[in-house]
């Protein structure tokens, strides 16, 4: 029985592995993003993570990736003293994405949640600072450059809306600080890349990012955190639609 995109798990967005390829045997093992299903021909095209060319597969020959968290010194210590986020906790929070983008949030969301516990029992663990030097440690790694960044960012400004739409406050503040740390480590990844003292342009994806950053700052001295998320977010999906 041929298998249908109905029958299947897969959804456009998910991220695939390549596996019994014949022809384009040098994709085996390699991961794509799937793009849409065509329905004639019964195959999914997808965007090859490795030259972002799209190529066309069968639904058996994908295989739906599951990510776990990979070992980042940084981010996964327990802070000398302190009783902060764990290596377990943290990659048990990235279990059972089905995509890239969703992993990367879900670890980075759940570091800020227990470091931000262990700062109200006074134990030690900035959860700003940790949530951070995790953002740069992908930022570094080159996990956010060109498309990766962009699917990312439209990723978590999304997901930053249905939190703020269930009305966990919690949840939405750290993604917002998520995507202000964004900005900024990426252009200054971008600095570092290009000519010393070059004018650093600002990719079109990191523009709603950069003015709902903006925006948070202006509103929230007078109308408090909660607020100036709200009114950041807004700003945000206004710019992101027009880019």
């Known amino acids: ?126 959860a700003q600072e940790l949530v951070a030097e995790a953002v740069e440690a992908f930022v570094d790694k080159g996990e956010m450059d060109g498309d990766a960044g962009e699917r990312f960012v439209k990723h978590l400004h999304r997901r930053t809306r249905e939190e703020e739409a269930r009305g966990n406050r919690t949840g939405a503040e750290i993604m917002g600080f998520i995507d202000s740390v964004l900005v900024t480590k990426i252009m200054d990844r971008l600095a570092r890349q290009g000519p010393k003292d070059s004018r650093v342009t600002l990719p079109q994806w990191l523009r709603g990012s950069l003015a709902g950053g903006m925006k948070f700052i202006e509103t929230m001295d007078s109308e408090g955190a909660h607020t100036a998320r709200v009114a950041a977010s807004e700003i945000t999906r206004i710019v992101d639609e027009r880019e």
Not at 33 to 48: I, Y
């Open 1 to 126: 029985t041929t298998t249908t995109e109905r029958d299947s798990k897969m959804k456009p967005g998910h991220t695939v592995q390549f596996t019994g390829l014949k022809g384009a045997a040098h994709l085996n093992g390699t991961e794509g993003t799937l793009v849409r299903f065509h329905k004639a021909d019964q195959r999914w095209a997808v965007r090859c993570e490795a030259d972002q060319n799209i190529v066309k597969a069968r639904p058996e020959n994908l295989v739906l990736r599951k990510y776990e968290p990979e070992p980042r010194e940084r981010h996964r210590r327990r802070r000398p003293g302190g009783d902060g986020p764990t290596e377990g906790s943290v990659m048990a929070a990235g279990r059972g994405a089905d995509c890239k983008e969703e992993y990367y949030l879900r670890t980075l969301v759940a570091l800020g949640r227990q470091a931000e516990v262990a700062n109200k029992r006074g134990r030690g663990s900035n």
